[in-house]
């Protein structure tokens, strides 16, 4: 089992940033790739950004492109999710994520453990 626990969400006028961190618990040792997904009200969850255990493979949503960074610490079982440029369309509660198998990335309905979500706000 991998308990995953996001932070750093909250309120931020467009054009701001955040960082969110998921930090992962259990058997970290385990090769997870992991990811970063959002569900704004009414609307289906949807990819945002992934990488791979190692960190040397990342993807992005076209709508994040340029805009949001995802890295890893391994050493220290945390993920992160750099978040520039806000538009009102980013909000949504950013929920953190680890799987298996890598080309599954984008695909919420097959990730392996789910974290229980940080609420991102921005305003006009």
């Known amino acids: 089992q991998v308990q995953l626990v996001e932070s750093g969400g909250g309120l931020v006028q467009t054009g701001g940033s955040l960082r969110l961190s998921c930090a992962a618990s259990?058997?970290?040792?385990?090769?997870?790739?992991m990811g970063w997904f959002r569900q704004a009200p009414g609307k289906e969850r949807e990819f945002v950004a992934a990488?791979?255990?190692?960190?040397?493979?990342?993807s992005y949503a076209d709508s994040v492109k340029g805009r949001f960074t995802i890295s890893r610490d391994n050493a220290k079982s945390t993920v992160y999710l750099q978040m520039n440029s806000l538009k009102p369309e980013d909000t949504a509660v950013y929920y953190c994520?680890?799987?298996?198998?890598?080309?599954?990335?984008?695909?919420?309905?097959?990730?392996?453990?789910w974290g229980k979500g940080t609420l991102v706000t921005v305003s006009p």
């Open positions: 994520a680890a799987y298996i198998v890598w080309t599954a990335y984008s695909d919420y309905r097959r990730m392996n453990y």
């Open positions: 259990g058997r970290t040792g385990d090769n997870y790739h």
């Open positions: 990488i791979s255990y190692s960190g040397g493979t990342t």
